[in-house]
């Protein structure tokens, strides 16, 4: 801890320190030590100054049960001092007594009347966590002490100890927050006319059909634990809901937020394995769940998939992975489709800290549900900057896809060649680090796409806002 603040105990005085420990358990001590206007100082008259240097130096010569008596006789004098309220966690925590001590560490973070002392309060609460282990407990104090580091030395410091607990945790959360306005909530059309290339007849759409306003909401809970570790090799036990909620500016005949909404439900396995070297890691999921839509169940999932990071050099990494999924849907007959998909993908850091990146995707979806099989190509192109401009770091992003269905119908005509759409989409992301609390940053996205297709009805142009909040680290 650092001395302005709370400072270490001077070892020394054990006689006069054993003599008013002698006397504070003939309780002479507490009346005296409330009142202005003492004497001249003795062991058994003490000034509120004077107690709370006998406090420390109590601490420095390993008397906790001293220190704990005269911190007593502070809290007397005044029920939130930061101060003695710290040097009873302190006493405590030497007697071995962490969860007694941490609920005093708190207290003092919560009384604390400047950052430096509620840096030192959280600090203490998280050693005190972690020495009870408590990892969550000291992750949750080591959060709470970046926010008050003195400089950005000691908050490095800080956010190195929370990596480095949470290393040891088995288990791990992670929240996600994100709304979003958006011109287009609904994927509609940008034309109320919907003309088919090759097909004479031109229909309309109706109003829920069109491009609707609104906002979209998404929020994401997810946790796993660790089952088992070895060198090279650990397995985790993950769960994640992820629930997407939309709300409509404006009302369609037909057609509400709550048509649009979706929760997703999932239960998995990973397995990460070291590679031949330490440079290559595996990952291995196996996970299954259910997807709800419009408030009802849309259907079940299982997928296996398998992830590989290979670290070229200290600034180029190469990755690619697949995955495969089962999906049985609940009412629709003949819809139950197979899904296969795969990536491979680049990344490289410069000097200057910048990071550009480059990832090819596909997706194949193999059913025999009416406008369900297709296949879909994207590339995705970004670039992360390397310095801040002013309070942000931005991030740029720009990607071309290309889906097509080799039968389509739209009612009763069958789209001659099927469905082929090509779309351009782009965004830039700003994430404002010293806005941040307990790690948690805001986060500000703008994303602009438009599809173009030989079905007028799939022609959307969107751009929208979304503000998120992440973690930090």
């Known amino acids: 801890m650092t001395a302005p603040v709370y400072p270490k105990a001077q070892i020394g005085l054990l006689p006069l320190l054993r003599a008013i420990r002698h006397l504070l358990r003939a309780s002479t001590f507490a009346g005296a030590l409330g009142f202005a206007g003492l004497g001249a100082a003795t062991p058994a008259n003490l000034t509120l100054a004077q107690a709370d240097a006998l406090a420390v130096q109590a601490l420095g010569a390993g008397q906790p049960r001293l220190a704990y008596d005269l911190s007593k006789g502070l809290l007397q004098a005044d029920p939130h001092n930061p101060r003695a309220l710290y040097f009873q966690a302190v006493a405590l925590a030497q007697a071995k007594a962490y969860g007694a001590a941490e609920r005093k560490a708190a207290l003092a ?135 997407r909620r939309v709300q409509i500016s404006d009302s369609v005949p037909g057609l509400s937020g709550d048509d649009l909404s979706s929760t997703v439900a999932e239960l998995g396995l990973t397995q990460y394995l070291r590679g031949t070297s330490a440079a290559v890691t595996w990952k291995f999921d196996l996970d299954g769940g259910r997807v709800w839509y419009a408030d009802d169940p849309l259907y079940d999932f299982a997928r296996v998939g398998a992830t590989r990071h290979h670290r070229l050099t200290d600034r180029l990494i190469l990755s690619f992975g697949g995955t495969f999924e089962d999906q049985h849907y609940e009412r629709a007959r003949g819809a139950d489709s197979t899904v296969a998909s795969g990536f491979a993908g680049v990344g490289l850091t410069f000097a200057s800290g910048a990071q550009i990146g480059f990832q090819v995707q596909y997706r194949d979806t193999d059913s025999n549900g009416i406008n369900r099989a297709s296949d879909q190509w994207t590339g995705i192109a970004s670039y992360q900057l390397g310095r801040d401009i002013g309070p942000a770091s931005l991030e740029f992003s720009l990607g071309l896809s290309q889906l097509d269905y080799s039968s389509f119908q739209v009612g009763f005509i069958s789209v001659p060649g099927g469905r082929d759409d090509r779309s351009v989409f782009g965004g830039v992301t700003a994430t404002f680090n010293d806005w941040g609390y307990m790690g948690f940053v805001p986060t500000l996205t703008v994303t602009s796409e438009r599809s173009d297709s030989n079905i007028s009805r799939f022609d959307v142009e969107e751009t929208s806002i979304t503000l998120g909040i992440r973690s930090e680290f």
């Open 109 to 243: 973070y919560w009384h604390a009347k400047s950052d430096a002392q509620r840096f030192q309060a959280a600090n203490l609460a998280a050693e005190l966590s972690f020495a009870d282990e408590r990892l969550t407990g000291s992750q949750f104090w080591l959060r709470r002490a970046v926010d008050h580091a003195p400089d950005e030395v000691a908050r490095a410091q800080t956010v190195t100890a929370f990596q480095n607990v949470r290393a040891r945790n088995p288990l791990r959360f992670d929240f996600r927050f994100s709304t979003t306005p958006s011109d287009n909530v609904n994927n509609g059309a940008n034309s109320p006319l919907n003309v088919i290339d090759g097909v004479p007849v031109v229909g309309t759409l109706s109003p829920s059909a069109q491009a609707l306003s609104g906002w979209i909401t998404t929020a994401q809970v997810a946790a796993s634990y660790r089952l088992a570790k070895s060198d090279g090799r650990e397995t985790r036990a993950r769960a994640r809901v992820n629930a």
